[in-house]
T-cell receptor, first 114, second 111 residues
Framework: DVKVTQSSRYLVKRTGEKVFLECVQD?????MFWYRQDPGLGLRLIYF???????EKGDIPEGYSVSREKKERFSLILESASTNQTSMYLC?????????????FGPGTRLTVT | GQQVMQIPQYQHVQEGEDFTTYCNSS?????IQWYKQRPGGHPVFLIQ?????EVKKQKRLTFQFGEAKKNSSLHITATQTTDVGTYFC???????????FGTGTRLKVLA
């Protein structure tokens, strides 16, 4: 079974803090994604990566950056957390670059910025 | 930009009733996927549709992809309490591997 793990289920941070969200997948997938999920808005893509050290902006990249130094790990960084970044963050992975395969999601991190 | 809308946003049904959620894209899609998210859980892949007019069934679930490949539907026959959750469609535009998720339909089933 594919397993996607995220470093924390719940996180509380203060405004202005730098926040790291970690995601690890164990199935050698090429593609990895970071989404945020807000009520009524569905899942919105922040960034995705189709290879090590490669990244592309999604629909809402402002205020975020990412890092993919190893194939299995994709990190989301909030450089200076703000209250409007309070949300559920979901990481996902899928196999084969450029293909249309199903995405496997992690359990999510609920981030609260106070 | 590209948008994928889903309706309805919420649906409450009595157990045993049917349920349908609709997904509409502003652009033509190369394929569409459906996911289910149980309360407190994460999205789980259900199915992928690729061909124009395609219909696929999974037990009580029927998925359709429109002829113009701009809309899709998920129909559940005789809902059960285990069907509770939020159903998302996700559309892929040709030339990208970036899926656009719909806003989701939250289904509640009353026993």
């Amino acid at each position: 079974d594919v397993k996607v793990t995220q470093s924390s289920r719940y996180l509380v941070k203060r405004t202005g803090e730098k926040v790291f969200l970690e995601c690890v997948q164990d199935m050698d997938h090429e593609n990895m994604f970071w989404y945020r999920q807000d009520p009524g808005l569905g899942l919105r893509l922040i960034y995705f990566s189709y290879d090590v050290k490669m990244k592309e902006k999604g629909d809402i990249p402002e205020g975020y950056s990412v890092s993919r130094e190893k194939k299995e790990r994709f990190s989301l960084i909030l450089e200076s957390a703000s209250t409007n970044q309070t949300s559920m963050y979901l990481c996902a992975s899928s196999p084969y670059r450029g293909s249309s395969y199903e995405q496997y999601f992690g359990p999510g991190t609920r981030l609260t910025v106070t | 930009g590209q948008q994928v809308m889903q309706i309805p946003q919420y649906q409450h049904v009595q157990e045993g009733e049917d349920f349908t959620t609709y997904c509409n894209s502003s652009t033509t899609l190369s394929n569409i996927q459906w996911y289910k998210q149980r309360p407190g859980g994460h999205p789980v892949f259900l199915i992928q549709l690729v061909k124009s007019g395609e219909v696929k069934k999974q037990k009580r679930l029927t998925f359709q992809f429109g002829e113009a490949k701009k809309n899709s539907s998920l129909h559940i026959t005789a809902t059960q309490t285990t069907d509770v959750g939020t159903y998302f469609c996700a559309g892929l535009t040709s030339g990208t591997y970036k899926y656009i998720f719909g806003t989701g339909t939250r289904l509640k089933v009353l026993a």
